[in-house]
């Protein structure tokens, strides 16, 4: 008799999604799968709206990154009224998106982390989950609560001083920037009472990498086979192989850390990244066309930025780089869990970004806008907090958009979130006729390490928890959890 | 120079000048009547039916009625602001306004009156109507989902020798503002802005400058709409 288990919704992520886990007789697992069960139709509601108005549309699909949609379709929106692409706006206008985007990877890694990942960490994979959760951190590590909310608010503070608003702003337009920073902002940012100042903002973020260091050292043998398989990796890089989120050139690894893809302008992606569509999910399935569907697929996100790019561009960051990149004898690291471990190197580096920008003069004086020739199309890439974003579109001649392809963070991730489910569920699942709630939760942690984002995938509102059935040869339900 | 006319809106002593009508009258005396049709200087169209007040038992809207010595006019009472209030409502269920992504949000008029009367939910239900947007024009987009049909384009923008670049068609619920696309082809920018400018809503959009002005900046941001009338006196 084989067996199914349906876990729906995931909890402490963003959006719906469930996961289904099909057993053989033997409770081997013989298949699982990691489903989108939203719709949201944003490609094709954008079409026939202004041109312009698509940075400030399109960022509604989310709530937690709406910084990055606003960005990269800003970014392409750039190409199309000749601004070019990321060297061709002003000082000001790149230096003010800049600013905004470091603020947001800033708030989302640390909401991805102490909100939505620390209890896992803090309290372990399968304690109670009645402290398992948010206000249990709140409870029982004060302190560290408080770090990660002030955290988040200071990012939050620099989009509204960047975007006009913390959450849905308007401040990237077509060809560069709406406002500039004002000396009373800069002055807040830089020196404001504690906590909220960058350098106190440094310090929190050195002192949550040694929170996971410690938890790793504690924890290794998990930490290091805990969905941990070979995957590619890509991700935007600086011309010079520097790590760099807002812009760059496309890069792609090999699980051994060989180049697969070369360095190549985003504006033609299409010649590069493909996209299977498959009957189970609203998600589709990028890959590496020169690959093939079975081979190209890839990791993106904190992990593999840091297996793509050569150094990191701060001070601080790059010494924890290179203890990252020791760590694996410099080839990819392909450790699921290490995710947080990336992701918080790279909170490190928004933090020291943020400081060196808030003590750029440009923010503060220059011309916002620029722009050229108008185009036809346009594509904006962006490393969104969760991984690479694709922002693709057409306009006619009466300004109209006639075509959107986005391909989203999460999009590009769904081969291996499905894959570190089907590990985790093999290694902790198979052989086991009884389902737990720990093993209900490792395979929300596994998701949770690279995404709790699922709605912007599929262009959903409302909670997002988590179930387990069990079902079986039959397809017939014999068991559930739900939580 | 003529004599002021004496009147009262809401006991309040008011004076006008003659010929002047009710809304007018009442803002240069620092009483704010809203309205979303009303234009100084513009012909009153009496459109949108928001500046009713109640003069003598009657119901009459403020921008067509001509202030008369002695007027006791009615026009803060929970009744009338409720009617106003219902008239917002309808405009907003009667087309798609989504203003989240709406380039005229923080200076559309329609919504500042909707926070002035802390509209929550329309007690009426959406109809939401399909509607096709006129992007043609070089200069102009038009944005037929949230035109409120007020006139004040048709009424106020018009070419050198007087001709009618804005117009209605179609008749009764379908009626739709349309653009003349030979003489919008040859407007100015600054006639284009000033098109843009005069309608009280997001459906008359200057082209390619959306959101350029900064949130914080913009004109309802920071002042309900009518606190300005309110300052006066």
């Known amino acids: 008799m084989t067996k199914k288990i349906t876990i729906e919704p995931v909890t402490r992520v963003e959006g719906h999604g469930k996961v289904t886990i099909h057993l053989d007789e033997n409770n081997n697992v013989v298949q699982s799968r990691l489903h989108i069960v939203e719709f949201r139709g944003f490609e094709r509601f954008v079409q026939g709206r202004p041109y312009w108005e698509a940075p400030v549309l399109v960022q509604r699909l989310c709530g937690i990154c709406p910084v990055s949609h606003h960005l990269a379709a800003a970014k392409a929106m750039d190409v199309i009224v000749g601004a070019g692409t990321g060297e061709g706006l002003t000082p000001t206008g790149d230096k003010m998106r800049r600013l905004m985007h470091y603020g947001q990877m800033f708030q989302s890694h640390a909401l991805h982390f102490f909100h939505l990942c620390s209890p896992d960490i803090l309290f372990g994979i399968d304690a109670d989950p009645a402290i398992r959760n948010v206000i249990g951190v709140i409870q029982e590590f004060k302190d560290l609560a408080v770090q990660g909310v002030m955290m988040r608010k200071y990012g939050q503070e620099i989009i509204k001083a960047t975007a006009g608003k913390k959450i849905h702003g308007t401040g990237a337009i077509p060809g560069g920037i709406n406002k500039h920073l004002s000396q009373e902002e800069k002055d807040g940012f830089l020196n404001g009472a504690d906590p909220l100042n960058i350098d106190k903002m440094i310090e929190w973020s050195k002192a949550s990498i040694d929170l996971f260091r410690d938890y790793h050292a504690k924890n290794k043998e998990l930490v290091d086979s805990f969905a941990a398989f070979p995957s590619n990796h890509l991700s935007l890089v600086r011309k010079d192989g520097a790590l760099d989120l807002y812009h760059g050139v496309l890069r792609a690894v090999d699980a051994e850390g060989k180049k697969i893809l070369h360095d190549v302008d985003y504006q033609d992606y299409l010649k590069y990244i493909g996209e299977e569509v498959r009957n189970w999910s609203y998600m589709k399935f990028p890959y590496l066309l020169e690959f093939g569907e079975q081979e190209g697929w890839y990791r993106v996100g904190p992990l593999a930025r840091l297996n793509t790019c050569d150094f990191i561009p701060s001070p601080l960051a790059q010494k924890e780089f290179e203890e990252f990149k020791a760590y694996t004898n410099g080839k990819p690291n392909n450790m699921s869990l290490h995710y947080h471990w990336a992701r918080l190197i790279e909170l490190l580096h928004s933090a020291e970004m943020m400081k060196e920008l808030l003590n750029d003069p440009d923010l503060m004086e220059g011309e916002l806008t620029t722009k050229g020739k108008k185009q036809n199309e346009g594509v904006g890439l962006i490393e969104a907090p969760r991984g690479t974003l694709f922002h693709h579109y057409k306009i006619n001649e009466k300004d109209e958009i006639t075509m959107a392809n986005l391909i989203v963070s999460t999009t590009n991730n769904n081969d291996p979130m499905n894959l570190a489910v089907k590990s985790v569920a093999e290694n902790m699942i198979s052989g086991e006729s009884k389902i737990t709630e720990g093993m209900l939760n490792a395979v929300e942690v596994a998701i949770r390490a690279y995404d709790p984002c699922l709605s912007c995938a599929t262009h959903a509102l409302g909670q997002m928890p988590l179930e387990i059935s069990l079902f079986d040869k039959s397809n017939q339900l014999i068991d559930r959890k739900r939580n | ?233």
């Open chain 2, 1 to 233: 120079m003529s004599e002021k006319i004496k009147f009262t809106i809401d006991g309040k002593e008011c004076y006008a000048e003659p010929g002047q009508n009710v809304l007018d009258a009442a803002a240069d005396n620092g009483v704010y009547i809203p309205s979303l049709c009303h234009v100084r200087g513009l012909i009153p169209a009496g459109s949108c039916r928001i500046c009713n007040v109640k003069i003598a038992g009657r119901n009459m809207t403020a921008c067509t009625t001509p202030v008369e010595e002695g007027m006791e006019i009615e026009n803060d009472t929970a009744e009338l602001q409720d009617m106003r209030k219902a008239i917002v409502e309808m405009l907003f269920v009667e087309g798609n306004h989504f203003c989240p992504a709406c380039e005229k949000s923080g200076n559309c008029e329609l919504q500042a009156l909707a926070y002035r009367f802390q509209m929550m939910v329309p007690r009426f239900p959406y109809e939401f109507p399909l509607r096709k947007p006129d992007s043609t024009a070089p200069k102009l987009w038009i944005e037929r989902n949230r035109c409120i049909k007020c006139k004040r384009c048709v009424r106020s923008i018009k070419t050198a020798d007087g001709k009618n670049i804005f117009a209605f068609r179609k008749r009764g619920h379908e009626v739709e503002i349309q653009i003349d696309h030979e003489l919008a082809a040859q407007m100015t920018d600054e006639e284009a802005k000033k098109a843009a400018d005069i309608c009280p809503v997001g459906s008359i959009l200057y082209k390619e400058k959306g959101f350029s002005e900064p949130i914080g900046t913009r004109k309802f941001d920071k002042n309900a709409i009518g606190s300005d009338i309110e300052k006066v006196v």
